[in-house]
């Protein structure tokens, strides 16, 4: 079963999360998900968690930094979740001026992660099929991803019909100020929303999207010469660029030659 159990970090989300998992026992991993990993608070919710549930896989994060990646599994954790201000709907690097270049990151935190023998996830920052690539080939062991995925049928948010009969869906970040309504009563005055509320152009079944995904990656590894991305590590190289791609004709969309994506 490929489901985790997500919680904070407080004795009430362990008291909850604990009452998750003695509902659903066949659920094997536990998600300990935080905008800022760095704190001794933290790491003593992840040794807890260990210590309470011995045979799960802990996923926990988020840090951007090898020492804190080492501290994190030393404290019990298995898979490290990378990544502080990348995603599409967060504004933490514009509210607070804190964060780390997602592939530098991944990098970093990987090498650290597998000289323990844990893992990372590269969480956010993927714009396009060729970032997934990336963040495999910088070392990463999964890809996490929200915006997109978002404007989907399968997606969260809700589906708005607008005048001229277009279709959008709203997607926004879990530190913005819907999220903060919606879960936690508004958004407290002693700090401020690091997300935004954006409305996404409806895009139909995430499977076109998955396809795009999964047939990239898969050019990736033979461009590289990899035959499963675990190979993509060994045979990537990184070259900074000031640009990557051509836009000359604008953006296309690739699955209908001739129509313009968005400008």
Known sequence: MYVAASSGSSEADLAKLKGILETCPDVPFICLDVANGYSEFFIE??????????DHIIIAGNVVTCEMTEELILSGADVIKVGIGPGSGCTTRKQTGVGYPQLSAVIECADAAHGLGGHVVSDGGCTCPGDFSKAL????????TGGMFAGHDESGG?????????????????SSATAMEKHSGGVANYRSSEGKT???????????????????IRSSCTYVGASTTKELPK?????????????????????????????
């Open 45 to 54: 919710c992840v040794r807890k968690a260990r210590a309470m549930f011995p």
């Open 137 to 144: 080939g910088g070392g990463g062991d999964f890809v996490m």
């Open 158 to 174: 809700e589906l708005v019909v607008n005048e001229d009969g277009s279709k959008v869906k709203l997607f926004y970040g879990m």
């Open 198 to 216: 954006v409305s996404v152009p409806y895009k139909g079944s995430v499977s076109n999207t998955i396809l795009d995904i999964l047939g990239g």
């Open 235 to 263: 045979r990537t190289t990184f070259i900074r660029v000031t640009q990557q791609l051509n836009n000359v004709w604008g953006t296309y969309d690739m699955r209908k030659p001739g129509l313009p994506a968005k400008k």
